[in-house]
Protein backbone atom coordinates (compact mmCIF):
# COMPACT_ATOMS: atom_id res chain seq x y z
CA UNK A 1 0.00 0.00 0.00
CA UNK A 2 1.21 2.89 -0.95
CA UNK A 3 2.23 5.88 1.79
CA UNK A 4 0.73 8.49 -0.50
CA UNK A 5 -3.57 8.70 -0.01
CA UNK A 6 -3.86 11.71 -2.41
CA UNK A 7 -1.52 12.85 -5.12
CA UNK A 8 -2.20 15.40 -7.74
CA UNK A 9 -0.60 15.21 -10.67
CA UNK A 10 0.12 18.64 -12.91
CA UNK A 11 -3.50 20.06 -12.82
CA UNK A 12 -4.36 22.31 -14.74
CA UNK A 13 -7.85 24.07 -14.63
CA UNK A 14 -10.20 26.45 -16.54
CA UNK A 15 -13.60 28.19 -15.71
CA UNK A 16 -16.35 28.32 -18.50
CA UNK A 17 -13.18 26.64 -21.38
CA UNK A 18 -11.85 30.06 -20.94
CA UNK A 19 -11.01 31.79 -17.50
CA UNK A 20 -7.69 29.39 -16.83
CA UNK A 21 -7.66 29.51 -12.57
CA UNK A 22 -5.20 26.35 -12.13
CA UNK A 23 -1.84 25.03 -14.21
CA UNK A 24 0.92 22.71 -13.07
CA UNK A 25 -0.52 22.33 -9.42
CA UNK A 26 0.97 19.07 -8.29
CA UNK A 27 0.73 17.60 -3.90
CA UNK A 28 0.60 14.77 -1.85
CA UNK A 29 -0.86 14.23 1.19
CA UNK A 30 0.66 11.06 2.82
CA UNK A 31 -1.02 8.90 4.95
CA UNK A 32 -2.02 10.50 8.64
CA UNK A 33 -0.32 14.11 7.63
CA UNK A 34 -1.94 17.48 7.61
CA UNK A 35 -0.97 19.14 4.51
CA UNK A 36 -1.93 23.14 4.33
CA UNK A 37 -2.99 24.75 0.92
CA UNK A 38 -1.88 28.79 1.25
CA UNK A 39 -2.39 31.08 -0.95
CA UNK A 40 -4.05 34.62 -1.48
CA UNK A 41 -7.15 35.28 -2.48
CA UNK A 42 -8.05 34.04 -5.66
CA UNK A 43 -4.70 31.60 -6.04
CA UNK A 44 -6.72 29.01 -7.33
CA UNK A 45 -7.02 27.30 -3.63
CA UNK A 46 -10.50 26.68 -3.62
CA UNK A 47 -10.41 25.34 -7.40
CA UNK A 48 -7.93 23.13 -6.47
CA UNK A 49 -9.90 21.86 -3.60
CA UNK A 50 -12.91 21.44 -6.21
CA UNK A 51 -11.51 19.95 -8.63
CA UNK A 52 -9.92 17.13 -6.06
CA UNK A 53 -13.33 16.72 -4.83
CA UNK A 54 -14.57 16.06 -8.57
CA UNK A 55 -17.46 19.45 -7.79
CA UNK A 56 -15.63 21.76 -10.76
CA UNK A 57 -18.71 20.91 -12.90
CA UNK A 58 -20.85 22.17 -10.90
CA UNK A 59 -19.27 25.82 -11.59
CA UNK A 60 -18.75 25.41 -15.23
CA UNK A 61 -15.33 24.41 -14.14
CA UNK A 62 -13.14 21.36 -15.44
CA UNK A 63 -9.61 19.51 -15.52
CA UNK A 64 -7.89 20.43 -18.73
CA UNK A 65 -4.39 18.62 -17.48
CA UNK A 66 -3.70 16.40 -15.20
CA UNK A 67 -4.55 13.48 -12.62
CA UNK A 68 -5.88 13.59 -9.23
CA UNK A 69 -4.94 9.97 -7.81
CA UNK A 70 -6.84 8.81 -4.23
CA UNK A 71 -5.91 5.81 -2.44
CA UNK A 72 -4.51 4.62 -5.85
CA UNK A 73 -7.18 5.37 -7.84
CA UNK A 74 -7.42 7.73 -10.80
CA UNK A 75 -10.78 9.67 -9.23
CA UNK A 76 -11.64 11.00 -13.05
CA UNK A 77 -14.53 8.54 -13.46
CA UNK A 78 -15.79 8.93 -10.24
CA UNK A 79 -18.81 11.10 -8.80
CA UNK A 80 -18.32 13.28 -5.53
CA UNK A 81 -20.48 11.09 -4.10
CA UNK A 82 -18.27 7.62 -4.91
CA UNK A 83 -15.52 10.09 -3.68
CA UNK A 84 -17.16 10.21 -0.06
CA UNK A 85 -18.14 6.47 0.21
CA UNK A 86 -14.69 6.09 -0.50
CA UNK A 87 -13.45 8.38 2.38
CA UNK A 88 -12.61 11.93 0.90
CA UNK A 89 -14.81 14.34 2.47
CA UNK A 90 -14.86 17.65 1.69
CA UNK A 91 -16.16 20.57 3.56
CA UNK A 92 -16.12 23.76 1.21
CA UNK A 93 -16.47 27.51 2.03
CA UNK A 94 -19.09 29.10 2.99
CA UNK A 95 -20.25 26.62 6.11
CA UNK A 96 -23.77 25.25 4.09
CA UNK A 97 -25.40 23.83 6.76
CA UNK A 98 -29.04 22.69 6.76
CA UNK A 99 -30.02 26.26 8.44
CA UNK A 100 -33.95 25.01 9.11
CA UNK A 101 -32.23 21.58 10.85
CA UNK A 102 -31.01 21.71 13.89
CA UNK A 103 -27.63 21.05 14.38
CA UNK A 104 -28.58 17.31 15.50
CA UNK A 105 -30.26 16.74 12.76
CA UNK A 106 -27.56 18.37 10.35
CA UNK A 107 -25.23 15.68 11.85
CA UNK A 108 -27.76 13.01 11.54
CA UNK A 109 -27.50 13.79 7.92
CA UNK A 110 -24.11 13.65 7.15
CA UNK A 111 -24.77 9.81 9.08
CA UNK A 112 -27.31 8.89 6.61
CA UNK A 113 -25.16 10.34 3.89
CA UNK A 114 -22.37 7.88 4.69
CA UNK A 115 -24.54 4.93 5.03
CA UNK A 116 -24.69 4.73 8.37
CA UNK A 117 -27.14 2.59 10.88
CA UNK A 118 -29.17 3.80 13.41
CA UNK A 119 -26.02 2.62 16.26
CA UNK A 120 -23.78 3.66 14.14
CA UNK A 121 -25.10 7.34 13.80
CA UNK A 122 -25.94 7.36 17.62
CA UNK A 123 -22.31 6.51 18.16
CA UNK A 124 -21.22 8.87 15.48
CA UNK A 125 -23.03 11.58 17.54
CA UNK A 126 -21.24 10.87 21.02
CA UNK A 127 -18.40 10.70 19.15
CA UNK A 128 -18.69 14.21 17.82
CA UNK A 129 -20.22 15.56 21.04
CA UNK A 130 -16.86 14.67 22.91
CA UNK A 131 -14.61 16.44 20.18
CA UNK A 132 -16.93 19.79 20.23
CA UNK A 133 -18.79 19.28 23.24
CA UNK A 134 -20.28 23.30 22.31
CA UNK A 135 -22.43 21.31 19.57
CA UNK A 136 -24.20 19.38 22.61
CA UNK A 137 -25.16 22.30 24.20
CA UNK A 138 -26.88 23.64 20.88
CA UNK A 139 -27.92 20.51 19.54
CA UNK A 140 -31.56 21.33 19.41
CA UNK A 141 -31.01 25.20 17.77
CA UNK A 142 -31.39 25.72 14.21
CA UNK A 143 -28.31 25.74 12.84
CA UNK A 144 -28.75 28.70 11.09
CA UNK A 145 -29.32 30.64 14.27
CA UNK A 146 -25.83 29.43 15.83
CA UNK A 147 -22.52 31.58 15.12
CA UNK A 148 -20.41 31.02 12.78
CA UNK A 149 -18.01 29.24 14.90
CA UNK A 150 -20.72 26.72 15.81
CA UNK A 151 -22.06 26.64 12.23
CA UNK A 152 -18.07 25.89 11.23
CA UNK A 153 -17.88 23.15 14.12
CA UNK A 154 -21.42 21.29 12.73
CA UNK A 155 -20.05 21.00 9.00
CA UNK A 156 -16.96 19.48 9.94
CA UNK A 157 -19.26 17.46 12.43
CA UNK A 158 -21.09 16.64 9.82
CA UNK A 159 -18.22 15.80 7.67
CA UNK A 160 -16.82 13.88 10.56
CA UNK A 161 -19.92 11.51 10.47
CA UNK A 162 -19.40 9.19 7.93
CA UNK A 163 -15.60 8.46 9.21
CA UNK A 164 -13.92 10.03 6.28
CA UNK A 165 -9.94 8.76 5.52
CA UNK A 166 -9.15 12.87 3.93
CA UNK A 167 -11.27 15.16 4.85
CA UNK A 168 -10.79 18.36 2.70
CA UNK A 169 -11.42 21.81 4.37
CA UNK A 170 -11.67 25.36 2.34
CA UNK A 171 -10.40 28.29 4.77
CA UNK A 172 -12.38 26.82 8.63
CA UNK A 173 -10.45 30.25 10.05
CA UNK A 174 -12.72 32.61 7.47
CA UNK A 175 -14.07 35.66 9.55
CA UNK A 176 -13.73 33.15 12.99
CA UNK A 177 -12.43 34.60 16.45
CA UNK A 178 -8.69 33.48 17.23
CA UNK A 179 -10.43 31.19 20.10
CA UNK A 180 -12.74 29.78 17.96
CA UNK A 181 -9.91 28.91 15.19
CA UNK A 182 -7.92 27.34 17.78
CA UNK A 183 -10.31 25.40 18.90
CA UNK A 184 -11.31 23.97 15.16
CA UNK A 185 -7.37 23.40 14.79
CA UNK A 186 -6.37 21.70 18.03
CA UNK A 187 -9.64 19.55 17.42
CA UNK A 188 -8.48 18.24 13.93
CA UNK A 189 -5.13 17.94 14.94
CA UNK A 190 -6.18 15.33 18.26
CA UNK A 191 -8.18 13.66 15.01
CA UNK A 192 -5.18 13.51 13.32
CA UNK A 193 -3.11 12.43 16.06
CA UNK A 194 -5.69 9.84 17.90
CA UNK A 195 -7.50 8.75 14.50
CA UNK A 196 -4.63 9.06 11.95
CA UNK A 197 -7.27 11.20 10.15
CA UNK A 198 -5.19 12.56 6.79
CA UNK A 199 -6.24 16.54 6.26
CA UNK A 200 -5.83 18.79 3.67
CA UNK A 201 -6.55 22.27 4.77
CA UNK A 202 -6.75 25.94 2.53
CA UNK A 203 -6.00 28.93 4.33
CA UNK A 204 -5.39 32.22 3.99
CA UNK A 205 -4.47 32.43 7.45
CA UNK A 206 -0.83 30.77 6.65
CA UNK A 207 0.23 31.59 10.47
CA UNK A 208 -2.51 28.83 12.45
CA UNK A 209 -2.49 26.50 9.54
CA UNK A 210 1.74 26.50 9.42
CA UNK A 211 1.55 25.68 13.74
CA UNK A 212 -0.90 22.67 12.84
CA UNK A 213 0.19 21.35 9.43
CA UNK A 214 2.84 18.40 8.88
CA UNK A 215 3.97 20.05 5.35
CA UNK A 216 2.39 22.99 3.10
CA UNK A 217 2.23 24.14 -0.64
CA UNK A 218 1.50 28.37 -1.73
CA UNK A 219 -0.56 28.76 -4.74
CA UNK A 220 0.21 31.88 -6.74
CA UNK A 221 -1.96 32.65 -9.58
CA UNK A 222 -3.24 29.25 -9.57
CA UNK A 223 0.28 27.52 -10.07
CA UNK A 224 2.78 25.93 -7.11
CA UNK A 225 5.08 28.75 -5.61
CA UNK A 226 6.62 26.79 -3.03
CA UNK A 227 6.51 23.39 -0.56
CA UNK A 228 7.71 22.04 1.99
CA UNK A 229 7.75 20.97 5.62
CA UNK A 230 5.58 23.26 7.52
CA UNK A 231 8.18 23.96 10.23
CA UNK A 232 10.60 24.95 7.75
CA UNK A 233 8.06 27.52 6.29
CA UNK A 234 7.20 28.13 9.42
CA UNK A 235 8.02 31.81 11.19
CA UNK A 236 9.98 32.92 7.65
CA UNK A 237 9.31 36.28 7.22
CA UNK A 238 8.61 36.02 3.09
CA UNK A 239 4.93 33.61 3.96
CA UNK A 240 3.66 36.49 6.47
CA UNK A 241 4.46 39.12 4.30
CA UNK A 242 2.59 37.35 1.27
CA UNK A 243 -0.54 38.19 2.71
CA UNK A 244 0.03 41.30 4.10
CA UNK A 245 1.38 43.07 1.17
CA UNK A 246 0.09 43.96 -2.46
CA UNK A 247 0.36 41.29 -4.85
CA UNK A 248 3.51 43.15 -6.42
CA UNK A 249 5.34 42.68 -2.70
CA UNK A 250 4.28 38.72 -2.80
CA UNK A 251 5.57 38.49 -6.07
CA UNK A 252 9.06 39.64 -4.82
CA UNK A 253 9.24 38.07 -1.62
CA UNK A 254 8.32 35.06 -3.34
CA UNK A 255 10.98 35.90 -5.82
CA UNK A 256 13.33 36.17 -2.40
CA UNK A 257 12.52 32.70 -1.41
CA UNK A 258 13.07 30.98 -4.41
CA UNK A 259 16.50 32.17 -4.91
CA UNK A 260 18.17 33.78 -7.99
CA UNK A 261 16.71 32.55 -11.30
CA UNK A 262 19.06 31.01 -14.45
CA UNK A 263 18.16 33.77 -16.09
CA UNK A 264 19.51 36.18 -13.37
CA UNK A 265 22.88 34.50 -13.12
CA UNK A 266 23.37 34.59 -16.87
CA UNK A 267 22.75 38.48 -16.87
CA UNK A 268 25.21 38.83 -13.85
N1 LIG B 1 -17.11 29.78 -10.56
C1 LIG B 1 -16.13 30.47 -11.15
N2 LIG B 1 -16.28 30.95 -12.40
C2 LIG B 1 -15.29 31.65 -13.01
N3 LIG B 1 -14.09 31.92 -12.43
C3 LIG B 1 -13.89 31.48 -11.18
C4 LIG B 1 -14.89 30.74 -10.47
N4 LIG B 1 -14.40 30.42 -9.24
C5 LIG B 1 -13.16 30.94 -9.20
N5 LIG B 1 -12.85 31.56 -10.34
C6 LIG B 1 -11.57 32.22 -10.67
O1 LIG B 1 -10.54 31.26 -10.55
C7 LIG B 1 -9.38 31.83 -9.91
C8 LIG B 1 -9.05 31.03 -8.63
O2 LIG B 1 -10.11 31.23 -7.70
P1 LIG B 1 -10.26 30.39 -6.35
O3 LIG B 1 -11.61 30.68 -5.79
O4 LIG B 1 -9.89 28.98 -6.62
O5 LIG B 1 -9.12 31.06 -5.45
P2 LIG B 1 -8.93 30.98 -3.88
O6 LIG B 1 -7.46 30.88 -3.65
O7 LIG B 1 -9.78 29.93 -3.30
O8 LIG B 1 -9.42 32.42 -3.43
P3 LIG B 1 -10.40 32.83 -2.22
O9 LIG B 1 -9.61 32.65 -0.98
O10 LIG B 1 -10.70 34.26 -2.53
O11 LIG B 1 -11.60 31.92 -2.32
C9 LIG B 1 -9.71 33.28 -9.65
O12 LIG B 1 -9.19 34.03 -10.71
C10 LIG B 1 -11.22 33.30 -9.64
O13 LIG B 1 -11.71 34.57 -10.06
Known amino acids: MSDHLLMLEGLAATYNHAIRALSHVSLTVR ?136 LVLDEPSMGLAPLVVETIFSTLKRLNREEGLSILVAEQNSTVALRYADSAAVLEGGSMALSGDAADLRGRPEIKALYLGSPEESAAHLAALRGPSPADHAAA
Do not use: W
Open 31 to 166: RGEIVALLGANGAGKSTTLKAISNLLHAERGQLTHGRVVFDGRDTAALTSADLVRLGLVPVLEGRHCFRALNVEENLVAGGIGGGLSRGEIAAGLERIYTLFPRLKQRRRSASGLTSGGEQQMTVIGRALMSRPRL
